[in-house]
């Protein structure tokens, strides 16, 4: 593990940015200041004009091993998130098999403690995440895995989500839900509007989202036990969280990139790189998501990266499976969502500090094998840290994604701003915005 | 907008102007002249390939186009998928990607997922794209035919040709449109085509089979049944679409035929002149009784019958397209 400096970036502090130096020795930070004498041999990193931040942490990956190692796997999905910047990833359970015993768990921590970024589990909340049986959380805490969700689809019954809230909460772990009513959803396949009734699509109406979350902050009221919300894509669905925080409930959200950068014209297309579920939703739902993220109303920013061999996203819109690429592309469409000036601040919290709070990888957290993450930049921390150029520009090309697949609904778009280095486990794992 | 389909693809009626709908009828009235001769063969698309490929059942549809396109002295390729590419483990972009690579100037595409004809334009760009009805999205060639099919029977009844008339049997024309437009491909192409044409449409539904924005759409709705079969001068019916979902939608067949059958108490308060169309295959007993389908005032078959000229129209239109002098 050579020691490395990253040199003359603004050091983006929890509370306070500084332009100066980070060095980093034995896989933590040895010291920051405004200007370092770094030891002989040192890597040197030129950070002029960039952000240096605790590395970002996803809260929401589908890493797909096992099961479908066509589309993505660990090894893969690590690759595509330290160029994306991430330093840890949280693998969801939606694998085949569900990720939902000790086994599934530590053979996917076993995988991801080989792999280049901290890999964290969400495990699911019911057997074979069929909403029917709870999955042995206890255990699977015992592990180290902190957050549980059935993502993919959300848990139907009310009276199963009460009783696995109950459960949960003296674990001291959080449930993360996919809010859609599926009953509501009806099979749709966009958004329902005058888009999808054009388009002859069967729509996903908003309301189906928006009642499940209704339905989960009662919930939370009721049991008193913590709960996350996963890619809030309306903007009511916001308020409603938000509101809810304001009540003093311990509910978080997250909102995915997607869904604050692209609407539901794009189905028109019929392109099944656009299907996804909770469904691209309207003009005004964006901008509304866009006004949240920067008004600190939304925790975090996670990407819902569910990665689709070819062979499938080449089926009809409709027969397709939903799910886009993200995590390549999430630091950049953040920071031009937060707007030209956008404060370094919000958007470490974000991608780091906000998502690393809620999934339980912040230093000072019990945690069982993974590194710190979403840290101060102090002094001692462990080194999972980002240098993020927020002046360049550049344009994707789905051809050179790091992911083993290509649905990536962004292709051809010119991103504003882009990671430059990721020190990931005190290792560079990205330099000069490639791959070490 | 499109103002003429010549060497295009034709994917949906709503990007159609007036100008480009009205070619294509007056086109095909020139096609029934063919049709009707002894000899019913032109050389227009000789030495063309033309695949016709059904991704779901159809009987009309399928004969009808792989008709036309023997008319036009095209070789015809026939594929019927009647199971669906999952099932074949073959994605639809794979199999377009076979039938192109045996050489073809078009492929007319029926798919029960809406946007398949889109999605293939895309892979064949080289190819031009006829939809044969795609999903709940449109069904172009019914939109054409019924069109024609009116045009062709008021201009008969004033004694001009549907030629000669133009548009203007449809301007003010009235015509209602019955039951299931909301899972209806039929019913968007058709409301597209006599919306652009200059008729009024109004559509009868109970409120589940409306689409949620019926508002945004340029008709009128209902309110009584019977009041709007009075007003219209033509009543199209549809298909209750059970296999694709609206037996829900209603709570019994016979609940929908008692609010909006076109029952023989129905039918006999209508105007003598009053036209009764269906783009088929009926549910006799259900959307339309038995003894109805049977009276002179539908003209069902005549619309099959149209359905090969308006196909042969479309084909050499988008196949043949700026090839000038072609001999019918």
């Known amino acids: 593990m050579s020691d490395i400096v990253l040199r003359q970036g603004l050091v983006v502090g929890e509370s306070a940015s500084n332009l100066g130096d980070v060095l980093i020795v034995d896989g933590r930070i040895a010291e920051v200041g405004p200007s370092i004498d770094a030891p002989s041999g040192a890597t040197e990193i030129d950070a002029r004009d960039c952000w240096i931040g605790p590395g970002f942490v996803d809260l929401h990956t589908h890493l797909r091993e096992p099961g479908r190692e066509a589309a993505e796997d660990i090894d893969s999905g690590a690759r595509a998130g330290a160029l994306g910047g991430y330093t840890a990833l949280v693998a969801m359970p939606n694998t085949e098999p569900a990720l939902d015993n000790v086994a599934m768990v530590g053979y996917v921590l076993e995988r991801g403690a080989r792999s280049a970024l901290d890999i964290a589990v969400a495990g699911a909340i019911t057997q074979g995440r069929r909403g029917e049986l709870l999955a042995p959380m206890a255990e699977m805490a015992a592990l180290g895995v902190r957050l549980f969700t059935d993502d993919g689809v959300g848990v139907q019954d009310p009276s199963m989500m009460r009783r696995a809230l109950t459960y949960a909460k003296p674990l001291g772990v959080r449930l993360a839900q996919h809010c859609e009513d599926e009953l509501l959803a009806a099979s749709g396949t966009m958004n329902e509007s005058s888009f999808s009734s054009h388009l002859g699509l069967v729509g996903r109406p908003a309301l189906a989202e928006e009642l499940m979350v209704l339905r989960d902050i009662e919930l939370v009221r009721l049991t008193g036990a913590p709960l996350h919300f996963l890619h809030l894509s309306t903007e009511r669905s916001v308020a409603l969280v938000a509101a809810a925080r304001g009540e003093g409930l311990p509910v978080t959200c997250e909102v995915a990139p997607h869904h604050f950068t692209l609407d539901e014209s794009a189905c028109a297309t019929y392109d099944s790189v656009f299907k996804v579920h909770p469904p691209l939703r309207t003009a005004g739902d964006v901008a509304a998501l866009r006004a949240a993220l920067r008004a600190g109303v939304v925790d975090a920013v996670a990407t819902d990266h569910a990665p689709h061999a070819p062979e499938l996203k080449d089926l009809a819109f409709d027969e397709a499976p939903a799910g886009m690429l993200g995590l390549e592309h999430a630091a950049s469409l953040t920071a031009e969502a937060l707007g030209g000036q956008a404060d370094p601040q919000r958007f470490f919290q974000l991608l780091s500090r906000g998502p690393a709070f809620i999934a339980q990888l912040r230093h000072g957290d019990a945690r069982v094998r993974h590194s710190g993450h979403g840290g101060a930049l102090a002094r001692g921390e462990d080194a999972n840290i980002v240098v993020f150029d927020p002046g360049v520009t550049w344009t994707v090309d789905r051809h050179e994604l790091a992911s083993k697949s290509r649905n990536t609904p962004y292709d051809g778009r010119t991103m504003h701003g882009r990671v430059r280095a990721t020190i990931a486990k005190g290792h560079l794992v990205v330099s000069d915005g490639i791959l070490t | ?328």
């Open chain 2, 1 to 328: 907008m499109i103002d003429s389909i010549r060497g295009r693809s034709l994917l949906s009626l709503d990007e159609l102007s007036k100008e480009a709908i009205v070619e294509i009828l007056d086109m095909a009235e020139s096609f029934v002249e063919v049709n009707r001769r002894s000899i019913k063969k032109v050389p227009a698309l000789k030495g063309r390939v033309v695949a016709s490929l059904f991704f779901e059942e159809s009987t009309r549809t399928r004969l009808s186009f792989e008709t036309a396109a023997k008319r036009l002295s095209a070789d015809v390729l026939s594929l019927a998928v009647a199971s669906s590419s999952v099932k074949k483990g073959e994605s639809l972009r794979d199999t377009i990607a076979t039938i192109d690579a045996l050489g073809i100037d078009a492929v007319v595409l029926r798919h029960r997922s809406s946007g398949a004809a889109l999605q293939v334009s895309r892979y064949v760009p080289h190819v031009r794209v006829i939809n044969g009805g795609d999903g709940l999205h449109q069904h172009p060639t019914q939109g054409l035919l019924d069109a024609f099919t009116i045009r062709q029977i008021l201009a008969e009844r004033t004694g001009t040709s549907g030629l000669e008339s133009g548009t203007a049997h449809f301007e003010g024309l009235r015509i209602l449109i019955v039951g299931d437009i909301r899972h209806s491909r039929v019913a968007r192409s058709d409301i597209a085509a006599y919306a652009t044409l200059g008729a009024h449409v109004r559509v009868a539904a109970p409120g589940t089979l409306l689409p949620e924005d019926i508002a945004t759409w340029p008709v009128t709705v209902a309110t009584d049944f019977d009041d709007a079969l009075a007003w219209a001068d033509v009543v199209c019916l549809l298909r209750l679409q059970s296999e694709r979902g609206s037996g829900t939608f209603v709570p019994s067949l016979s609940e929908f035929r008692f609010t909006h059958g076109l029952t023989v108490a129905r039918a006999r308060t209508l105007r003598p002149e009053t036209l009764i169309m269906h783009p088929g295959p009926m549910n006799r007993g259900v959307e339309i009784d038995s003894r109805v389908v049977d009276s002179s005032a539908c003209v069902v078959e005549r619309q099959v019958s149209n359905g090969v000229p308006i196909r042969m129209a479309v084909l050499y239109l988008t196949v043949a397209g700026s090839h000038e002098g072609v001999q019918l």
